[in-house]
Structures are given as C-alpha cells and as structure tokens.
C-alpha cells in the first residue's frame, strides 16, 4: 500500500461527508463492452460512479492451456500498488532460496580473562528483517489483518503479541552463557552489510520493530487520560501523552509528534469512550544507536555488565576492517526465508519488501542495493521467461510513482510459480480471501469464494487538492484462484483513476476490487 499525505487525507473525513451525500448523483460510468467476456454483475461493480473517469484491466489465464477466461487492457501498464511486492519477493524468493536464514553474530572484539572481555562486542547486522520479534515458538513469522505499519494511516492497525527485543534477549542470554560477565569496552552495531538506499521506507542492515516505535492508546473513563502502553522501551526514548478520553461516539483523533532525534515522543488528541485500543507509531530515527542501546540492556537484564555509556552513538569507529580469527560469541538465526516473503505478501510490508532489494544485492556481494534490479530483471527474463518490458520498477514495495505492470506480466509471473516445486508455499503466502493477511477483511461470510481465492492486493492513493477528496491512482489485485471444477487460473483486476471522499471510504474501492476476485471464482466453470 501507498498512502501520500496521510496527515492530510484524515484531515478531509468531515468534507468527506458532503462528498459522500453527493456522489450517488453523479453520472454512472458506461459499462465496459460486453466482448470481454464480464458478467453483468461485475460490469456493474466497474460502472459505479467513482470510476466515471477510471481506466479498468482485467485478465484471468487458464495456465493449462494458455487461453485467457477473461481479457480486458491485458497489454496496457496499470500502477501496480503493492502487487508489484509478487514481482520483487518472486526474485528474492528465487535468488535468496526459500530456506536461507540470516545469522547475525555477536562477536568478542579485545581480549578475554575468564569472565571479563577488556574489548568490544561487535553486532554484525546482516539484513534480518525482524530479528526475532514477531517469531512465534512454532518458529513461524506472525502477523495481524492490518500490520502495525500502517497504523499512521489505516484504522483498525493491531500489534502482534510477540516480544520486539527477543532476538536481541537471546543474544545477549548466549553471550552470558559463553562465560561473559563484564565488557570494559563497548557495543558496537556494524551495519556494513550494504549501503542505505533512497527508498521509503529506508532499509538498514539492522532493524529492530521494524524501525519503529509502537505507541497503543486506549479509552479510559470520559474526561480522563486515556491510558498509555508503548514498546519497545529503550532509553533515551521516552513519551508523553495528553490524549483524553471522551464520550461515546465522539470523536477518535490522535497526533503523534517528537524530537529531530526522534526520542522524545508526544501524544495528543481524544479517544472515544467506546473505541478499541488505537495504535500509532513514531520512527526511530538512528536504528544502528537504538540497536546498541537495546543490545546493552538486553545484557543487563541478562547479567552482563558493559562499561561503556548505554546510550549515544554508535562507535563505528571502533570496528575492524574484517574479523577473521575474532571470536563469535553469540548468533540469532531468523526463520526462513518463505516466512519474511510470506508476511511481506500478507501484510503488504513494505519496508521488507524495500530491504528484500537490498538482501538480494548482499547475497551476491554487492552493497549497493541497486543492484538487485539487474538480478530481478536476469529473474524474469531467464528463469521465469517473463518479458522484464511488462514490469517498470524502481523499488521493492510498489510505491513508485514511476511503477509500472502490465496484467499480461504478473500472471506470466503467476503461472510461472505454478510449474515450480515451491508452487504451493508461493500461493499460500498470498493473503487469502476471507481467511488471513490483507484477505481477510472481505468475503469473511456468505461468500462462496472465501479460502478460494489467493490474491495481493495493491494501492496508490494520494490527495485531490482541487476538489478536496482522495485520487486512488490505483486499487489493484492479483492471484490464483480455485475454479469451481478444482482448476487454478491466474488473474489480474486493477482500476486506475478513481476516487474516494475519505481514507475511511477507500475500503469500498478496495471492496469492490475483491469483489470482482470472489464473482470470477463464484462464475468460473
């Protein structure tokens, strides 16, 4: 997902409601021509009126034969949104292997006498998405219907109950457990794996709660504070909340501020009586400091003591050109690979998707992360045999204003997986509709095609100054989906050029979208 201005967007929910009484008047947009094969229902779903000025694709592939069900603008570039996440974790899928794991090592920089380093620990970041803080004791990745990374953005954003520091806790548990008590030095966070690149979200080598701050309110007793949990708790951040709970049905609005240095955070605003727990998020702005601090304490919990300062910058000063012959202290080793891809493709995520660039670079000794556009393009072009022309990308996540696919490309892509051993755990990590990841929020009852239909949503919506509402440059889905007579198609369904009053109402433009997913598995032969 790409939200432009989300301030801005939360800013319009009241004109929202004029546009809203309003839009049922406005002129019905023809139906497409009925040579594409579309039902009449969902010619009727394209004809609404916040596509009077909309430009639909659609195709559905019958992989057995090649033939397409349905073709609609299948040879035109549509603004892929989050569905270009298939083409990016497709690549890192295939150059990374589903199976490969990131081990970040700690390692004992100095001199050991029995339980005293008179040194360093360096933490060596090697690209690990989560560093432990969603792995569930089953050794899966967890994740919720809509990722705490959209909570800025989205309503209805949850946290996952697992521990954001565990990795970093069973570091420095190994570290203690390899006999080391005391480090007369420091902790030093080397984050030399590659060069941070200019992409939104920004990756770095390590990431901690995926670079961000959680700040959860929730409603007390109207006139009251509202009450304020937030992780991960790391000095120096700290925040402060001036968010008061009102009556019932008022209003829920909470701002989030903090300092240039991003640790001191404040809260304001109200929170309706009867509201769920609202979560926002502030970025960590120094991930490599907020690492060597979070590593010290995690120490100190664990019993070791470092005599360097816990907070502050970090040393880089201090580490080695290389660490041949340096002794590993401790190692975290992230789930598999398909488990990042998966909750990438579930959630939308898109600072993994972004990071999954730079892995790729990393894993074939390049630091710049650039490079992987040259590996995605080798990708499609020699393995999957996929025209790279039908794809313009210039980031992982779909945000792009430049990005670019052609309906033709994606399910070229799509069916490319289907002749793969990997065929199944590539279309179960797609959200499925009424089921888990971004799937679930539609088709959840009275819907024949829920747990039938595997599809990644996408958007790119931006503010309409000129006329006070939202532009949704694009709504886009893509997938497989299980025909009636247990067969596998491909499809692609994406409108660009509509609009929508309010952030809130985007979910009708994205309803109708996997609308038109569940209609062509309900209707297929």
Known sequence: MSVRNPRRLRGWAVAGVLLLATAGTAAANPPPPPSDGL????????AKPAYQHAQWGLLEVDPASGQAVHSQQADRYFIPGSTAKIVTESAAWHVLGPDSVFTTPVLALGDRHGSVLDGDLALVAQGDLTMGGRTKPDGSVDYTVIDHTYANDTPGATLTPED?????????RQVRAAGVTTV???VVVDSRKFARPALDPQPTPLIINDNLIDLLSTPTTPGEPAALSWRPQVAPYHVTSTVRTVAAGGQTDIQVAASPDGTAITLSGTI???????????PVQDPDAFGRTALIEALARAGVTVSAPPTGADPVGELPAGYQGVPQLAAYTSPPYREYAKLILKVSHNLGANLALCDMAAARGFTDCTTAFGLEHD????TAQVDPTEFQLADGRGGDPNDRVTPDGLTRLLAYWLRTPDADAFRTSLPILGVDGSGALYCTSGCPAKGKVFTKPGVFIGPDDLNQRLAVGS?????????????????????NGAWTPTIETF????DDSFHIDALLQEESP
Request: charged letters at 15%; aromatic letters at 8%.
């Open 379 to 382: 990708f499609l072009a020699d």
């Open 184 to 186: 007369n030095g420091d």
């Open 272 to 282: 309706a009586a009867d509201a769920r727990p609202t979560l926002r998020t502030s």
């Open 39 to 46: 039902s009449p229902a969902i010619r009727a779903v394209m």
């Open 507 to 510: 979910f009708d433009i994205a």
């Open 164 to 172: 954001p520091l565990a990795g970093l806790d069973q570091l420095a």
């Open 475 to 495: 709504q886009t889905t893509a997938g497989y989906l299980i025909t009636n007579s247990g067969c596998l198609h491909t499809f692609f369904v994406g409108v």
